[in-house]
Each structure stands twice: as C-alpha cells, then as structure tokens.
C-alpha cells in the first residue's frame, strides 16, 4: 500500500518527522468531501493502480481488473480515474493526442519522460541532477517539492 506524508511536526530533538496515511484514505477524505463513497470497486482500482510501474491507460487498468476476477465497468474506471486526477493522487500524461496515459503522483520523487516521437515509445529516466535543481528552486522561493513531471520529445534524427 503506498504511503503519503500528510504533515510535519518536531520531534522532541527538533527533527522533523512526516506522519505518513496510506493512499486510501486520503482518496477516502477527498470523496468524502465530495458527498461521495469510497467504494469496494474504488478500492480495487487504487489498488491496482498502486501495482502499476510507471505509465498506464484506461484499457490496461481496466484488463488488470478483468484479469484479477474483478467486475468493474469501462464507466466506472474512468470516474475513478478523474476522482483521482482530481484529489492528485494520479496524474495525466499527455504526450499524444490519441491517448491518454496516468501515473501515480503520490510518493514519487519525480517523474521525467522521454517520448521518442517517431515510433510512441516512452522511457522513464532519473535525473537525479534535476531533483537537486528542483529542491533548490522550491526552497529559494520557499517551497516544499511534491514532485515533477518532465516529458523530452526526441526523435532519431
């Protein structure tokens, strides 16, 4: 189960410590706040996207549920779905206008992509160089990094 931390505060030594809450309920606060259930096919789509490693599309999810014994409709998934974008715990990629992929957002030190335009491919790359320029922005005008999303278009040629 995927963790977040959801605040800081001081240990008795003036170290700061992230309290962390699992995934779940922090999708079940933000339905909550919405006049909505957290559902047990809700559950399962969290939970599947959470065994994800990297990029995903509707489809896949939807076959993963499939695959696992789950009954979940098409309409259902994609509801998810934008409940989730919406309370960040997934984001959209874009980087065609023929699909749309999704990532898990939370828990992730970034996220930086190279889409090869010629044949689609998508690669993830860590940079850590990149995560130090970041933390080092955020801090200079006072903020705390979540994470990123950084997509390279690059061809062959």
């Not at 959470?50 to 076959?63: K, N, S, T, V």
């Not at 509801?79 to 874009?94: D, F, W």
């Not at 957002?105 to 850590?128: C, I, Q």
């Amino acid at each position: 189960m995927a963790l977040e931390p959801i605040n800081t505060e001081s240990s008795a030594l003036g170290v700061p410590i992230d309290i962390i809450e699992p995934l779940c309920a922090v999708f079940r606060k933000a339905l909550k706040a919405e006049g909505l259930k957290y559902t047990p096919e809700r559950a399962r789509i969290l939970d599947t996207i959470i065994e994800f490693d990297g990029l995903f599309e509707a489809d896949q999810l939807l076959d993963a549920l499939k695959t696992k014994g789950y009954s979940v409709s098409k309409a259902t998934v994609y509801r998810t779905l934008k409940l989730l974008e919406s309370c960040s715990i997934i984001q959209q990629v874009l980087f065609d206008r023929e699909q749309s992929h999704y990532q898990l957002a939370f828990g992730k030190k970034g996220n930086t992509l190279l889409v090869h335009v010629d044949s689609g491919l998508v690669e993830t790359v860590e940079l850590p160089e990149l995560i130090a320029l970041r933390d080092a922005l955020c801090k200079k005008y006072g903020y705390k990094a979540q994470g990123h999303k950084l997509q390279i278009f690059v061809s062959d040629s």
